[in-house]
């Protein structure tokens, strides 16, 4: 009677094979889709950092492409991108961030000595926001379209190779919708 037990482990074990291969099998095995692509981005269920401009849900939906970047002052990949958002910020592109899970002392300190690319921000301490949007850790960026729908979503600091091969080739697609 329980000689079927004996088929079990390698039955378990041939399973998993298999699954283990397909998965390599993706042709991106970087690219984490997010379940909000071509949907209306989450609102912000977030409070204002003091002394900064309030990012609200109308911002997201202003007509023009949006770049929403969660971000933390202890995030040491956070600071590594930093000089990237400046950068689209200063081509125009319209970059917002929401900060989270951190103290809003820290975060003021850090825009201040490294900058502050972002033309509004919302404040996250308890980490609800970014959980509604689907973010497991600092940094991940949107690329939102005009109407607020989400167009990209990227893992990870935008830096190097990986920015100018997987981000800026969305972005470009997205502004020139």
Same mark, same amino acid.
Request: proline content about 9%.
């Given at each position: 009677?329980?000689?079927?037990?004996?088929?079990? $482990?390698?039955?378990?074990?041939?399973?998993? *094979?298999?699954?283990? @291969?397909?998965?390599?099998?993706?042709?991106?095995?970087?690219?984490?889709?997010?379940?909000? #692509?071509?949907?209306? /981005?989450?609102?912000?269920?977030?409070?204002?950092? $003091?002394?900064?401009?309030?990012?609200?849900?109308?911002?997201?939906? &202003?007509?023009?492409? &949006?770049?929403?970047?969660?971000?933390?002052?202890?995030?040491?990949?956070?600071?590594?991108?930093?000089?990237?958002?400046? /950068?689209?910020? *200063?081509?125009?592109?319209?970059?917002?961030?929401?900060?989270?899970?951190?103290?809003?002392?820290?975060? *003021?300190?850090?825009?201040?000595?490294?900058?502050?690319?972002?033309?509004?921000?919302?404040?996250?301490?308890?980490?609800?926001?970014?959980?509604?949007?689907?973010? &497991?850790?600092?940094?991940? &960026?949107? #690329?939102?379209? +005009?109407?607020?729908?989400? *167009? @990209?979503?990227?893992? +990870?600091?935008?830096? +190097?190779?990986? @920015?100018?091969?997987?981000?800026? $080739?969305?972005?470009?697609?997205?502004? /020139?919708?």
């Amino acid at each position: 009677m329980a000689k079927w037990l004996m088929y079990l $482990p390698p039955v378990l074990f041939a399973g998993l *094979a298999v699954m283990f @291969y397909v998965g390599m099998q993706r042709s991106d095995p970087q690219n984490l889709p997010s379940v909000f #692509i071509d949907k209306q /981005a989450p609102s912000l269920n977030a409070g204002v950092l $003091p002394g900064f401009p309030a990012l609200t849900d109308a911002d997201l939906r &202003t007509g023009k492409v &949006t770049v929403v970047n969660f971000w933390a002052s202890w995030c040491p990949p956070c600071r590594a991108e930093n000089g990237t958002l400046k /950068a689209l910020a *200063a081509e125009g592109v319209h970059v917002v961030g929401v900060n989270m899970m951190d103290r809003p002392d820290d975060a *003021a300190a850090f825009l201040a000595s490294d900058g502050n690319p972002f033309a509004a921000i919302a404040f996250d301490p308890k980490g609800k926001t970014r959980l509604d949007w689907g973010v &497991t850790a600092p940094p991940e &960026t949107f #690329i939102l379209r +005009g109407d607020g729908s989400v *167009a @990209y979503k990227f893992i +990870g600091p935008m830096v +190097g190779d990986d @920015y100018l091969q997987r981000f800026r $080739p969305e972005l470009d697609k997205a502004l /020139a919708e």
